[in-house]
């Protein structure tokens, strides 16, 4: 995670205080500040890149506030391999974070660096007053521009570039936050974390590698290749993962710059103790998911009771796992026993006692096989119906679950013993190929002849040794446990 160098002057060193310090308390505020109190002295806001969150604001009082954002057209990392044009504020997205104290005035300037190829704007949804600043800034390359405005109401809001194609520039990545903390305060808490999800349209598929340029059609359609958090792919994950420790209490400021996807955020393996719903000022309790609008944010908090891997996601979920919308805040410490245990164990489950249990078979009797072929064929049909379910249908089975029938040491040293397993089932410890299976085989209640054929279908495949199965001899192999 990398930290960028704040904007500093000699009057910012009161935001300089370390961050657990700062927390330790929420300002002390008269009740009755009035939404014209008088400004007191001046600061530049501490400026960060996601995931941190400047210090929070310890002032009982609204000042004046200077904020300047540079905006920069940047190639950066989507995902490994793949490149893209972002246009950022300040270098990064999501924008740089921006905190603020409610009845602060704000000295805003936007600087276009003349690399650009393009004007840009901001719109910050903190503004009261037309176009939320963006007509004020519009800016050409090599241009800075500058307005103010009173941070009126508190909240978590979004900003972002509003040139047109707006579409376009939000796309490439031109949103950020910007809090404005309420007078009284926001309570302390131990970690506080800068989350922002986006959705990003390229001219190659998901994973395609190189500088991928925009795509204005999907963007048109709605149909991203990537929904990230941070702007990119692994943006928090591996070393990048948020890091706190068990007993922190965290605060997530959780934004969705779109351009269209609404975000249903989530964090496996926690209950949102308090949110925020939609970056406003009401608490909403308990929340598994929350629903942040494009152009929105949600402020989650919650306690880390127990260590471990929790995962942020955006649980509309093949954008998790399959468009890169998926973050790792690891909580490192010691497991409460008491909150979750862990597995404790996995072990045989018998409904019914300790025999093996019989399904009942409704196949036909099957009209008798007249050649190897036929039967190599009727017991195709058996397998799929009857055997492919645990063992696969190419006969690999499942590690340490269900035993391989593909080139089974077991299955080839004693036919006998083969057609046994088929009629009655099997259970207690097996070792195949060298590995040590201890579970059941159902009796499957199949008669002489499909036993027959799919024995002899198993033994014809995989480089098993061929022999035909008639059903003469399963019929003898039965007659004997009888
Ligand atoms: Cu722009």
Redesign the pocket.
Known sequence: MKATTPILSALTLAWLVPATLAQGGAPATAPSEAADAPLRGEEVAVLTDAPAVPPPITRDHPTRVKVELE?TEVVKRMADGVDYTF?TFGGSVPGKFIRVRQNDEVDFTLKNHPSSK????IDLHAVTGPGGGAKATFTAPGHQTSFSFKAINPGLYIYH?A?APVGM?IA?G?YGLILVEPKEGLPPVDKEFYVVQGDFYTTGKYGEPGLQGFDMEKALQEIPDYVVFNGSVGSMTGENALAASQGDTVRLFVGNGGPNLVSSFHVIGEIFDRVYYEGGTKVQENVQTTLIPAGGSAICEFKLETNGDFILVDHSIFRAFNKGALGILNASGDPDLAVFSGQKKDEVYLPEGGAVQAIPSDSKPAAAAATKEERIAAGKIVYGANCAACHMPNGVGVPAAFPPLAESDYLNEDVDRAIDVVLHGLQGEVTVNGDTFNSIMPQLGLNDEATANVLTYIYSEWDNKGVEVTSEQVAKVRAAKQ
């Open positions: 905006v246009w393009m004007p840009h704007n570039c040139t520039h490439n031109m």
